[in-house]
Structures are given as structure tokens and as C-alpha cells.
Nanobody
């Protein structure tokens, strides 16, 4: 069973930076895409950034130019570098990893989330 765990959240002042990490474990055979989502209180999760196996990236308009997603599939790691943080970025951030395991079964793994709080 594939599991992912986020780390790196915390409290930061407006304009500051944080780097979130996502560590995957389990028998990953192939990775399709890796994503960072965030969820504001009372709202649905929204996609923040994604990266494909080939390294193609995509960002929500609200974070373009400030956030950067990267990964190391061999090490089963993904990161989200967040710069110029704003109070509006305060949310719980979730790692999402999609791929297949040995035997071909598809997995869609979610972490439990890490809180990011940006003070003004």
C-alpha cells in the first residue's frame, strides 16, 4: 500500500518562505502525477501545483511566480517551495500521488495534510 506523508508546514510571517516535503512509501511501480492541494476552512480542496513523471508542471493562478513544485521519483520525494507567502495562503496543504503499483493496480494516495499559517 502506497502512503504519503507531508512535512514542513508551520507559522511564517507575510512575505516569508516555507518548503513543504512529501515522502512516499510502498511499492510504487510507476508515477503518473504528483500534486499539492490546499484546503481553506469550510472550502473544498483546490489544486495548487502539479508535476508529471516527465517533469511538466502546472500551477494555480494564485501561486504562479511564488510557488515551485519539484520531485525526485527515484527517492519518492516531492517538494513545494513557497515564497512571498501571503495570509491568503493560510490553509492545510495536502500531498497527492497517483501512479501504479507492481501488478498494474492504480493508486491515488493522499497525505493527512500539513498546516501552513501566514501571519500579517
Amino acid at each position: 500500500q502506497v502512503q504519503v506523508v507531508e512535512s514542513g508546514g508551520g507559522l511564517v510571517q507575510s512575505g516569508g518562505s516555507l518548503r513543504l516535503s512529501c515522502a512516499a512509501s510502498g511499492g510504487i511501480f510507476s508515477t503518473a502525477t504528483m500534486n499539492w492541494y490546499r484546503q481553506f476552512p469550510g472550502k473544498q480542496r483546490e489544486l495548487v501545483a502539479s508535476i508529471t513523471r516527465g517533469g511538466s508542471t502546472n500551477y494555480a493562478d494564485s501561486v504562479k511566480g511564488r510557488f515551485s513544485i519539484s520531485s525526485d521519483i527515484v527517492k519518492k520525494m516531492m517538494w513545494l517551495q513557497m515564497n512571498s507567502l501571503e495570509p491568503e495562503d493560510t490553509a492545510v496543504y495536502y500531498c497527492n500521488w497517483i501512479g501504479s503499483v507492481t501488478g498494474g493496480a492504480i493508486f491515488n494516495a493522499w497525505g493527512r495534510g500539513t498546516q501552513v499559517t501566514v501571519s500579517s
